[in-house]
């Protein structure tokens, strides 16, 4: 009889341990709504559940890139539209310095106003991405990539862009160098001759000043000028097709993100009218626990002796 006791005593305890474990674990699911709340509750699930958050991080950090990516080529395509205006300025400025019958005093008007856009452009070169960056600087620049030094403009960047930390290849500058610096055009005898935006600016305006040679003047700075139009126009499109391959990359960020978010979801998440019902039953197992516990705790050896 001791043994018998002792064993029911032992064995109520175990089963209202248990009973309390299993309402605990129903009580705590449903405060977080959540299945799984610890690897150990259901280790596969955690694990789906990890790989979900992982792939939402990984997606989260892209769409960063692309914000940055985005907000960078908005600003180039926008400032590679200014340049191209004030070039077509500049073209016009130099269709009318062709005139034969303007005098000094108007080609060197004429010099003054292409002095002036080759100002603004110069301003558009360094066109800041809002970060402490700038656009056109190359694989980066924390000072304006264009400087100007005994009236020649230079660009101290490095060339090349920079790429945003991404599984996406997206760029978060443009080559100011190549753009701006490298602009290429073939002549009729001799090898191609490489200018500057700049330089064939500043060759334009000392031929109007000079006044000696005005035809040919007007025609090289035309040639040159067509040649740079050509350059920019081909950035500008590129920044746009840019933009265009970031609304598809985030496109398929987004249904990525919404992937994973339904994976951890269906890994972890509860099934709340279940769990109620699952919480009910376990909380009347555990009052039943708790009334056995109680029963065979009144037994002493006295009631069994006669």
Not at 154 to 172: C, D, H, P
Not at 263 to 274: F, H, T
Not at 275 to 290: C, M, P, R, V
Request: aromatic share 6%; charged share 20%; net charge negative.
């Amino acid at each position: 009889m001791r043994l018998s006791t002792a064993f029911r005593y032992e064995q109520s305890i175990n089963n209202l341990q248990q009973r309390q474990q299993e309402l605990s674990t129903a009580q705590t699911q449903l405060t977080s709504g959540k299945r799984v709340n610890a690897a150990s509750d259901d280790p596969t699930a955690a694990a789906r559940a990890e790989r979900a958050l992982a792939s939402i991080a990984r997606a989260d950090a892209d769409q960063r890139a692309v914000d940055a990516s985005r907000n960078a080529m908005t600003l180039a395509e926008s400032g590679l539209g200014n340049a191209i205006d004030l070039m077509q300025t500049a073209r016009e400025t130099l269709v009318a310095a062709g005139n034969g019958t303007y005098s000094q005093g108007e080609q060197e008007a004429l010099a003054t106003k292409l002095r002036e856009l080759r100002k603004q452009l110069v301003s558009v070169a360094n066109q800041p991405d809002g970060g402490g960056g700038y656009v056109f600087g190359g694989k980066g620049s924390t000072t304006a990539p264009f400087t100007e030094t005994a009236g020649v403009v230079n660009f101290n960047g490095t060339a090349g862009e920079v790429l945003a930390a991404s599984t996406e290849q997206i760029n978060l500058t443009m080559n100011g160098q190549k753009i701006w610096m490298e602009i290429n055009r073939d002549l009729p005898a001799g090898p191609p001759e490489q200018f500057s935006l700049f330089t064939a600016l500043d060759d334009a305006i000392a031929g109007l000043e000079a006044g000696t040679n005005i035809v040919d003047t007007v025609t090289t700075g035309l040639a040159r000028m067509d040649r740079a139009l050509g350059q920019f126009q081909t950035a500008r499109s590129q920044s746009g097709e840019m933009l265009n391959r970031l609304d598809g990359i985030e496109s398929r960020l987004s249904d990525g993100r919404l992937a994973a978010q339904s994976e951890k979801s269906n890994a972890e998440d509860l099934d709340m009218v279940r769990a109620i019902s699952d919480f009910q039953n376990k909380q009347t197992g555990y009052e039943a626990a708790l009334q056995s516990y109680a029963s065979v705790q009144k037994m002493s050896l006295f009631q069994y002796i006669n």
